[in-house]
């Protein structure tokens, strides 16, 4: 097994026309043929399940971190989607400062034909003023993250509503300290297209131009620890999903991530 494949993204829900997203999103999701899927504002109960759904689809393994069960609509969360065996579960509940906006992150330990690997999928807060709240969020989910380390460098994935100018993105990348604790993990996307925009909040997306701030990138995948050549070392990714049906039906209002990522040594990383 040369590299693994993942996908991030950011379900919406079951906002919109639900029905016609979901089966715009499977035969694009089965074509990527990812290992690894962390979805973020998943709807598990309710009217629709769609965690659930999506795995039968795929033929995938499932784990939904329920965030807000009592959401008017059902109970909402992260989800984990694997081709591989799931041996163990985790979520953290991240700290918010907003009552009515519960986040967390669930983590997987998934059994690869390469070894053990931790693949985490979280969703930071929002709201365009809650910089202080995301800080918070990233310095506690980067230390439970690094704990108990599988055989294979840790994935971390999610919708962390933060570009990467911000403080959160600088400390995750190692450019800068929060609360006096330092970390290093490498950005999927930037690491092959450092010089690309590559926008998941995007006003070519109908679902997203009228928010304040559009042309964003603030879904990512993050690859830790790293080793120069070793497991881990970034060999493609990509923004997806990005693309809507012939009568205008996008997939989601965020656009996805996908990463092949190196599960042994390999010539001439980048």
């Known amino acids: 097994m040369r590299a693994i494949r993942v996908l991030t993204l950011n379900l919406w829900s079951d906002t919109g026309d639900v029905e016609r997203r979901l089966s715009t999103v499977i035969p694009q999701i ?43 609509g059902g109970p909402i969360g992260n989800a984990v989607l694997s081709r591989f065996p799931i041996r163990a579960e985790d979520t953290l509940r991240l700290p918010s400062r907003r009552t009515h906006d519960p986040r967390n992150a669930l983590r997987c330990d998934v059994e690869t034909p390469a070894g053990r690997l931790v693949f985490i999928s979280t969703h930071l807060s929002w709201e365009l003023d809650a910089s202080a709240t995301r800080e918070e969020q990233a310095v506690v989910l980067d230390r439970w993250a690094r704990e108990r380390p599988g055989d294979l460098p840790t994935v971390m994935c999610g919708d962390f509503n933060c570009t990467p100018d911000s403080s959160v993105h600088q400390f995750l990348t190692g450019r800068t300290s929060l609360r006096g604790e330092s970390t ?57 999903l990005d693309l809507p049906t ?7 209002d965020h656009f996805g991530v996908f990463a092949e990522i190196a599960t042994r040594w390999v010539d001439n990383p980048l």
């Open 30 to 72: 089965r074509a990527l043929s990812p290992e690894l899927i962390a979805l973020q504002e998943v709807r598990q109960g309710g009217r629709t399940s769609q965690a659930a759904a999506l795995a039968s689809a795929l033929g995938h393994e499932w784990r939904f971190g329920c965030v807000d069960p009592e959401s008017a």
């Open 246 to 252: 012939a009568d205008g039906v996008y997939p989601s």
């Open 184 to 240: 290093y993990w490498r950005d999927a996307y930037q690491r092959r297209h450092p010089n690309s925009d590559g926008y998941t909040w995007s006003a070519k997306n109908p679902y997203a131009a009228r928010s304040v701030e559009r042309n964003r990138r603030i879904d990512f995948v993050f690859v830790g620890p790293m080793r120069e050549g070793g497991p881990g070392a970034i060999l493609h990714a990509r923004v997806v």
